[in-house]
Structures are given as C-alpha cells and as structure tokens.
C-alpha cells in the first residue's frame, strides 16, 4: 500500500480507503490471479466502506459542530458527486451512442447533454448556457465507454451495506466478510446473494437513500 501521508484529514480519509482496498485483497487471496480482484461494481466496496465507518467514528467522537458540519458536507457532496452525478452520464452516455447511430450534429449532442443537465437540477440551479459543453471534457465517455455506473452503484451499495451493519451490528460481519472474501470468482449479484444481500430489491437500495436522507438531516440541524 503507498501512500503520501502528511497526517491531514484528507490523508487520513484516503488510508481508509487504501486500506480497504488492501483487506478486500487479502480476504480473496485464495482465488486464482484472475479471480482475485473484484468486478467493477463491487471493486470499490470495501474502501468506500471504510471511509464511511470512519466519518462514522469522527461523528461520533467530535465535538466541534464546525468540524461536524464540514464532515457531513463533504459526506452529502460526494454522494452527489459519485451517485446522481454519475448516474445522470450514464444515462446521456446512452442517449449520445443512439444520437451518433441516428446521425447526429456534436451541436445537437450538446443541447442533449444541457437537457440532461436541466433535468438533473430542476429549478434549484441555474445552469449557464457554456455547460451544454461539459461532457466534451470527460474522459470516460471516450477511454472506457459505460463505465460511469459502476461509481453510482457501488457509492449506493455500500451505503446500503452501511444501514444493514448499523442495524444487525455483530451478525452483519461474517456476511462482509464472505463478500469481501469471494473477491471476482462469482457475477457481482451472486457474490452479494450468498453474502445475504438481494439487491434485486428495492428495498435495499432504498436503506442507501435512507443513509443520505439521513445525513442531509444532520447536516441541517446543525447549520440552523
């Protein structure tokens, strides 16, 4: 694990995640070289999770409500980030392969992509005319065509990991555990199945929405 550790808050949150990366390793070193790593959508849940039980701890412990404040922001403003965000490309990523298919200008590209903006923010942002361009400057579009689900689905899975521990507490670690163990030997669906986690059902996803509601609130309470 390398690290460029000079003991701030950032470099903190970031071992976490390293070190989940590193756990999830060692807990399926038993597969083959190719069945080690985790498929795409379950490659970032451990590190995710881990800095998720660490905002937990540092909630829990401090008593600064600046401090508080600014833990809970950045929590809600990577969520967007890493799930509606995401998510709102994936969706236009799917539109612009049709578009190209049907012989479309960049222009009309461009006025899809503000389209898509406009839904996604509705009347709570104004979005300046310029940004109809944004998706020109996204990497992911080009280099690894549909990828950008995976950042949304494993963002709100481990938040609705997050809400199972919180209410099963000791007997939710064994299921962790096999599916941090199982690492990519099974399809993602199968390796969350066995580790007793359906998320076939909406039901579990919704525990990842109750998280965020749940952090907009506190979030709320403490900035009136």
């Not at 590209?109 to 406009?118: R, S």
Request: aromatic fraction near 12%; glycine fraction near 6%; include cysteine.
């Amino acid at each position: 694990m390398l690290l460029n550790y000079q003991g701030n808050s950032d470099d903190v949150s970031t071992m976490a995640h390293e070190l989940g990366h590193a756990i999830h390793s060692m807990l399926a070193e038993q597969h083959t070289l190719f069945t080690q790593h985790a498929c795409l959508p379950l490659a970032e849940t451990a590190s995710t999770f881990g800095e998720m039980m660490l905002v937990d701890k540092l909630l829990s412990q401090e008593t600064d409500e600046g401090v508080k404040r600014d833990l809970l922001f950045r929590q809600v403003d990577d969520a967007y980030a890493t799930i509606q965000r995401q998510a709102f490309f994936a969706l236009f990523e799917k539109e612009a392969h049709q578009m190209v298919i049907d012989g479309a200008s960049v222009d009309e590209m461009a006025e899809a992509y503000m389209k898509n903006l406009k839904d996604q923010f509705g009347d709570a942002v104004e979005v300046p005319d310029e940004f109809k361009w944004e998706w020109v400057s996204i990497p992911h579009i080009y280099h690894t065509p549909f990828y950008v689900y995976a950042y949304a689905f494993g963002q709100l899975l481990v938040f609705a990991l997050y809400k199972q521990f919180k209410a099963e507490g000791e007997s939710f670690k064994p299921k962790y555990i096999k599916l941090l163990s199982a690492g990519g030997s099974e399809a993602p669906v199968k390796v969350l199945l066995d580790a007793g986690v359906d998320v076939r059902q909406a039901s579990f996803w919704q525990g990842g929405f109750d998280v965020i509601s749940g952090l907009v609130d506190q979030l709320e309470k403490i900035t009136k």
